[in-house]
């Protein structure tokens, strides 16, 4: 398999990116290659910092990068030369498997609907995070690609969010959550209650009702459901928080130091470097990062592109989502 | 002045009211006395088992407790004889200056929005929390009172908490923010971009504009404006991530072994027992504690309540919103 990594995503790029690709060439299985997608003079001289540069890394060359002050949606006519639409092109005419960018998020997902195309029968492709929490991760879908929602694309994040954490995580009969601000059916917001509804008497869901927000951080859900402006508040505030902490402590102790009970605590700590969450209910793989993403980061989200072509995320996902009726 | 508490709030009632009511008039000033408002047989018990109880402590009898299972609305109807409506009776009555309740927050808003009045101009009054940032506290508004909003009440929260943060916090010119998933005007959900220009718009208020999720923590905002739903689930969260975190913490090290980087995590740890938030823009004082607040979590809402009043925070509330228009 080949995945597209764009190569001028993160703030210090081509660094970490060039770092990570290595670093992942080297540990994951032999028939992944990754294809660095940007300006190949400055990757190639990147890559002439590094001793024994795996054969299975590969170089396109797009000259033009996105920034933060590109409009989103206007990426794709505008920078037609960007790391971010050539490497999305190349999955779509099938030089690659999936694509990988720590560059500006709004961008990536414009290009990636644009270039990748909603499946059929999903209004709103939307991504899903893993949180860390005391037990397994839980997906937060939509973490943010959807401000205004409507009942029934919550339904169908429930859908992608589902098949994800079953086909690609491996999770058994993954258990559905709702966001909401009291655990009764009835309460919360307007597209809370009526999400509920539906989300009852959806088939193929195992929907266990509402939490709150402070039962993510417990675990025993495998999808938590909610719109992209609450989840992408909820995210970027646990990223601070955790970062802070995690920073300080660091600061402050060695593991040699922390026993076992601190577990959780390191795991908030790794999971900054976790990077990666798919937009799920394109057809194709486009993996989003931080663009402050670190070499392991990076390396992360390789892994996270590798499991989601090696679990054929894509076919799972058009098959479970046809049946959803859309209102 | 005298505070009205309710006796009867906590998970473990009244235990932690009885000692923090105690610690607050050992520790207040002389003219605070404090209401116990519940079953008096139960709180002369518990009271046998302090010695030197304060004079200016007194007990108002309220046989009736409001439950998890009683609907907030329904309580001011079929539960009159309850610590919540009693005490805030109390207020109405000119008998008490302020109530303080860790009983069910559904109950005491409804039973506070009923019996002391929405100011005039007010459409909705919410709930502002203090949350700990690396700088001063942020007053968070709403935190869950309202959880459909529309852009016109969030101006007319952003209107209560600065009069808030200004009159009784002591802060100068309260920095007003808006809870948004990007900086730029234009921005996010139509709710927040629609209030993005209302609050740009509106005299008396230093609306600095969009924050993302990622900014509260940093600090340097007085006031930030968010509708219940997102309010809410940020707050619980961050809570149980604190929490949780904290508690390990706690297991593992003691103060004498973290120096002052660790400053901001104690702050946190200590924020479990800051209790207490003002439910705003009502014709009084009511503070909002935890159901699980401890005795200095209730002596520490004690303290709101007793500045709340000392700073007539309900005239300056109702001078500086009579002048918000109400669409």
Redesign the interface.
Known sequence: MRIALDAMGTDRAPEPEVAGAIEALRKFESDVEVVLVGDEPTIRAELAKHADVPDRLHIHHAPDRVTADDAPASVIRRKPHSSVVVGLRLQKEGAADAFVSAGSTGAVMATSLFTLKPLPGVDRPAVGTLLPT?GEPCLLIDA?AN??CKPHHLVQFAHLGSTYTRNTLGRENPSVAL?N?GEEPGK???L?VETYDLLAAEPGINFVGNI???????GGYDVVV?D???G???????????G??VS??H???DRSQ??E??E??FR?LDYAETGGAPLLGVGGVSIICHGESTPKAIMNALAVAARAVRSEMVKHSARDVKGVEVS
């Open positions: 005391v943010g401000v205004d966001l601000i919360g917001s307007e809370a709150e927000g402070r039962d993510i951080i417990g909610c992209g402006f609450v992408n508040v909820l995210l970027k505030f646990y990223e601070s928080v955790a802070l902490i300080r402590l600061k402050e102790l922390v026993s009970g601190m959780f605590v908030v």
